[in-house]
Nanobody, 117 residues
């Protein structure tokens, strides 16, 4: 059984920074794509950033230049560094990892990020 555990969410003022982490535990598996998604109240879940095993990254236009995604393949860990945060970044952030062999998606439980003065 695979579990993804997120950490690093919280309350921050506009312009501040937060660092989200996600670690996989349980059964060992090779991960292809890792990504961060977010969902604000009343909105659909949206992709924030994704990173391939080879390091190729993709970002939502709304976070380009402010967020940086990175991964550690050996540890199956995922990081999202969020700078210059805005109130519109407020949401529950979810970690996602896709198995390279089965293409099954695994999700974390979500971590709340609130940007407010």
């Amino acid at each position: 059984q695979v579990q993804l555990v997120e950490s690093g969410g919280g309350l921050v003022q506009p312009g501040g920074s937060l660092r989200l982490s996600c670690a996989a535990s349980g059964s060992i598996f090779i991960v292809s794509t890792m990504g961060w998604y977010r969902q604000a109240p009343g909105n659909q879940r949206e992709l924030v950033a994704a990173i391939q095993r080879n390091g190729f990254t993709d970002y939502a236009d709304s976070v380009k230049g402010r967020f940086t995604i990175s991964r550690d393949n050996a540890k199956n860990q995922l990081i999202l560094q969020m700078n210059s945060l805005k109130p519109e970044d407020t949401a529950v952030y979810y970690c996602n990892m896709r198995s390279a062999t089965s293409a099954r998606d695994y999700w974390g439980q979500g971590t709340q990020v609130t940007v407010s003065s």
